[in-house]
């Protein structure tokens, strides 16, 4: 407990836990040592880091009260986990049946005011577990360091360990995004297709629905080109037949005779009809 004339403090030191992201508190206890009423405040140096509860009260003699002091969550640890900041405690003599409220500044006119500085330290919320005693009394500098190299390998292995399940998760991660870009694209391919196919279906349910298909119209070009050109031709092949005179060398002796005398009966016949 602090020598002070008016309050005594307990402890001297303000130790906070330290945990990242986490809150932690410390108590203070005043206790008055005098049979006056005594009142107090506490400041510091860091206002948006700490939280004090009270920060102001009247203490009565011979009685004590106990502080709170809350450091709020840290994103990031001190260097060497050393912290700067600081707590002042000022304590003056108050008129009998003064509270809190009646704390004000013009309190400590004409008055001496005791004033305390605590320290802030801080030491690790989880320390690590305490190494039994005499483990290393006793063992040789090689015993040491094949424990210190299993060590390493056994923090070594519990690395890997926990690296695995991150590399295989990650593997696999990557295999899903792949088979479901795949799945998207032969989603879209089959879509396609579909459309394409559905175009098709129409095209042939309009070509077979009305009309003429190419073949037949092609054909009935061809026969009414040809059909022109055949009746000429077949025109022209009766003219000409029709047109020549039987040749008598074609005909036998007999019928050579035969046919000569007919010529000239007929011959005969047109020259009675004249006379």
Request: some cysteine; glycine content about 6%.
């Amino acid at each position: 407990m602090s020598t002070g004339d008016l309050l005594g403090i307990q402890p001297t030191e303000l130790k906070f836990p330290f945990e990242l992201k986490k809150q932690s508190s410390c108590s203070l206890q005043l206790t008055n040592k005098t049979d006056k009423h005594v009142a107090f405040k506490v400041k510091t140096t860091n206002l948006k880091k700490y939280c004090v509860r009270p920060n102001a009260g009247v203490v009565l003699p011979g009685s004590t009260c106990d502080v709170t002091v809350t450091m709020q969550a840290q994103k990031e640890a001190p260097p060497d986990m050393q912290c700067k900041d600081k707590f002042l405690l000022q304590s003056v003599v108050a008129p009998d049946g003064s509270t809190t409220k009646d704390i004000t500044p013009e309190m400590e006119d004409g008055k001496v005011v005791e004033e305390f500085k605590l320290r802030v330290i801080y030491f690790p919320a989880n320390p690590p577990s305490p190494v039994p005693e005499g483990s290393d009394e006793g063992s040789s500098p090689r015993a040491v360091a094949e424990n210190g190299t299993q060590n390493s390998s056994l923090f070594d292995a519990v690395s890997r360990s926990l690296e695995e399940p991150k590399e295989k998760s990650s593997e696999a991660w990557s295999m899903i995004s792949k088979l479901t870009e795949e799945k998207t694209a032969a989603l879209q391919q089959n879509q396609k297709l579909r459309q394409e196919l559905e175009l098709v279906r129409k095209e042939i349910s309009k070509s077979s629905g009305g009309g003429f298909s190419l073949v037949f119209v092609v054909l009935f070009g061809l026969l009414g080109i040809l059909l022109p050109v055949l009746g000429v031709v077949a025109g022209m092949v009766l003219v000409v037949a029709f047109s020549k005179p039987f040749p008598c060398a074609r005909l036998g002796p007999e019928d050579k005779a035969d046919a000569c005398d007919l010529h000239d009966r007929d011959d005969d016949e047109d020259d009675g009809s004249v006379d």
